[in-house]
């Protein structure tokens, strides 16, 4: 028996009654179509992919067509239970043809008819509507016109989106959509256009659930253009600068979790500022400000002029620098003229110029210009491979820059460790590497739920010079300080040697884990990758954040225990992928192989196999199977959610995920204090706290904080230095009846 459940068996005894279900509600007819404010599409002959829940009910699309021309208009569902629903408008507004269910016994919806005039048609793809019970799922929507091919408009590469190879929702710009994911569908994708040097900027907030959210915004061609930020707990942004006038694809996936979300994107600015190159804007009441799009490298000096062609208009204008967070980096004001320099650039990457006048009910032009200077150069250590470093981190100097020489196609590995038994040291490490040109090919902040940096096998481009930024998470910005040990290798990772051991190889860069539960009931993975003598060395595309060029993994005991032990191989996140990743898994016993496996996973899914040690031999006992893991054996075997003091994450319980778990890192002495607030539904919370080997700790249980309410509530004091964990789940645990989102929340007493 999983050790994590021994406190459910003692908690059931809180197990409440089970409520009757009301039976639903008789469906009623559709009701009529209202006027919306939704935007209206354009659609050329071909398919186009959508999403209709709650929050969106319908989605227009218009078409231009000639009289006499035969047109077809499919919609079919592709996922949910959606019930489609055709409407189709005439170019003067009224309702042309409607059309709910093509035949008996198929609910996809279809229309056909002979156009009998010139104009503009709008397609509304909508649902059934019933009183109680409201469908909700993707489709797919079909258009043909006699006559005409399935492309846009000629020379203009934003009438109609590619089809990408998945199924998305077109959205336009600062317009909120909904949407969930989960581990039956981890990603949702939406379609945007936009125009050659546009910066935009996408938000995905989470809702409900424990979701961390990802996003990545790409090409036709899959290739991720995007920078992602995450400022605070469920939230990701991600930011582009097009490239070119055409459509873009939103991946709004996650790094973990899962739940409901928000999504909205928006034009943070319009054009790109070139050196040495006039500008000419007007500020009106309507637009108060402009922004441009600046591409500065790290340490350049950058200056912006700006002065106002007309005397009397009254206009106070101000300069602004901003990162792409909207951070203030620098800020100017003047009367008629005004100069913003800059210090040095924290790291390279586009910035934003933002124009503007104090004086927002005035009207005025402005010339504006922007000059620049590499400044005085990087300091940087030269280095060299298989080698270590030693470095400080401090609040007067954050950065410490590196350069190495390489070749074309090397494999090189970089970590950077905090000092544990530094004194005074909490420092988040976090390391940027960058070619000759000082432009960013990889970064990392995070190793696992360590706070150390690393970036594994990373394959040389070029020949040349290359720089390393060890620093903070924040840069200069951040808070956190220490000691810290810098090491560069060079070639695959030289694997450490065990009496026992698993390694996991593949090729895509999905996120694949590898996990291995011993006899006692331990698991090593990379939410914990140390416990009973066993250890992850290696944890590879972590949060695909920084993938690697040959990703592994790594797991290995100097003196295993008897027993039987639990190796799996989990394909936790594509990264963008929707293919199965191919891995190979090799388990080993005194150097020699004892088990191996080819196979291929899906996202979400787990492959896993048992095997028996006795001795110095190791034999297997269960070959390995491919399997789909339910929602709570995610959530209870596929590592737990880090959280950090000051954070507040969310959750939710309910019947398919009745238990979350969220792991820690605390010293003996200190005291903590947890709780846990219903935020939605009837759930009633019970926090549990853990060790490491999840024995649960004397008075470590609260259901209730007083009698005035149902949520948790703990102040403990911690009994040793280590991990510790916190599960959240519900009055009755699995056999409980109430569900609802919930709030987490982790602090040191008395902040």
Not at 648 to 669: K, P
């Amino acid at each position: 028996m999983n050790r994590r459940f021994l406190i459910f068996l003692i908690l059931s005894m809180f197990a409440a009654p089970v409520m009757a279900q009301t039976p639903p509600a008789t469906p009623t007819s559709p009701p009529a179509p209202t006027a919306t404010t939704a935007p209206i599409f354009p659609l050329g002959p071909g398919t186009v992919e959508g999403n209709l829940n709650d929050a969106i009910s319908s989605v227009r699309y218009r078409f231009d067509a000639n009289a006499d021309d035969s047109v077809t208009i499919s919609m079919d569902t592709t996922s949910g239970d959606l019930d489609p629903f055709l409407n189709l408008y005439a170019p003067d507004g009224s309702l042309l043809e409607r059309n709910d269910d093509r035949e008996s016994g198929n609910r996809n919806a279809l229309i056909a008819l002979t156009l009998t005039q010139r104009g503009t048609y709008v397609i509304e793809a909508t649902r059934f509507e019933q009183s109680e019970a409201r469908t909700s799922g993707t489709f797919r929507l079909t258009l043909a016109v006699s006559g005409a091919q399935a492309t846009g408009v000629p020379g203009d590469p934003l009438s109609v989106p590619p089809s990408f190879g998945v199924a998305f929702t077109l959205i336009d710009y600062q317009n909120v959509v909904a949407g969930d994911v989960s581990d039956t569908t981890p990603q949702r994708y939406y379609a945007i256009g936009g125009k050659q040097g546009d910066l935009i900027r996408v938000i995905m907030t989470r809702t409900s659930g424990d979701l961390n959210p990802q996003l990545r915004i790409l090409n036709d061609h899959a290739e991720d253009l995007s920078r992602e930020s995450q400022t605070r707990a469920g939230e990701s942004i991600a930011y582009v600068t097009l490239p070119q006038t055409g459509w873009y694809l939103i991946e709004a996936g996650r790094h973990e979790g899962s739940g409901s979300f928000d999504l909205y994107a928006t034009r943070l600015a319009a054009a790109v500022l070139q050196v040495g190159q006039p500008v000419t804007g007007t500020f009106s009441p309507e637009t108060p400000s402009l922004s441009y799009i600046v591409n500065a490298r790290i340490g350049d000096l950058l200056t912006v002029t700006m002065f106002t062609t007309d005397a009397n208009s009254g206009v106070a204008p101000q300069l602004e620098l901003l990162d792409l967070s909207l951070n203030t980096l620098e800020r100017s004001t003047g009367e008629r003229f005004v100069t913003l320099r800059t210090t040095t650039i924290p790291r390279s990457g586009p910035y934003i110029v933002r124009a503007s006048s104090l004086q927002p009910n005035t009207s005025g032009g402005f010339n504006l210009r922007l000059t620049s200077a590499p400044g005085t150069g990087i300091n940087a250590q030269k280095i060299s491979y298989n080698n270590q470093y030693k470095g400080t981190i401090t609040a007067a100097t954050p950065l410490d820059f590196y350069s190495f020489s390489g070749k074309t196609g090397e494999l090189v590995t970089i970590a950077m460790n905090a000092v544990s038994d530094a004194a005074d040291t909490d420092l988040n490490a976090y390391l940027i590497l960058m070619d000759s040109d000082l432009n960013e090919l990889a970064s990392n902040d995070d190793v696992a739920t360590r706070r150390d940096a690393r970036i594994t096998q990373f394959r040389l481009p070029k020949d040349g010079e290359y720089t390393i930024l060890a620093t903070r998470a924040g840069l200069q910005s951040g808070t956190t300080t220490g000691a810290y040990d810098l090491a560069l290798t060079a070639g695959e990772i030289s694997l450490n040697d065990g009496a026992f051991t698993a390694t996991l190889r593949w090729t895509s860069s999905a996120d694949l884990n590898l996990f291995v539960r011993d006899p006692n009931g331990r698991t090593v993975s990379w939410s914990s990758p140390q416990a009973d003598g066993g250890t992850l060395q290696i944890d590879s595309n972590t949060r695909c954040e920084t993938p690697s060029d040959q990703p592994i993994e790594h797991i290995y005991w100097t003196q295993p225990i008897d027993g039987d032990y639990e190796v799996w191989a989990w394909d936790d996140d594509g990264c963008g992928r929707d293919d199965n990743t191919t891995f190979t898994l090799d388990v080993g016993m005194n150097g020699t192989t004892v088990y191996q496996a080819q196979a291929a996973l899906a996202v979400g899914q787990r492959y896993g196999m048992r095997l028996r040690v006795t001795g110095d031999q190791a034999f297997v006992i269960d070959p390995g199977a491919v399997i789909n893991p339910s929602p709570q054996q995610h959530a209870s075997e596929g590592g737990d959610t880090v959280i950090r003091y000051g954070e507040t994450l969310g959750g939710t319980i309910d019947d398919t995920v009745y238990a979350h778990f969220y792991q820690f890192s605390g010293t003996a002495g200190e005291q903590v204090d947890v709780s846990v607030k219903s935020m939605s539904g009837s759930l009633d919370p019970i926090l549990i706290l853990r060790d490491a080997a999840d024995n649960t700790l004397p008075n470590g249980v609260n259901d209730d904080a007083d009698a005035a309410t149902r949520d948790s509530h703990l102040t403990y004091t911690l009994p040793a230095d280590g991990n510790y964990v916190i599960a959240v789940t519900r009055y009755g645990v699995r056999d409980g009846t109430t569900s609802g989102d919930y709030q987490i929340t982790l602090n040191r007493a008395g902040y």
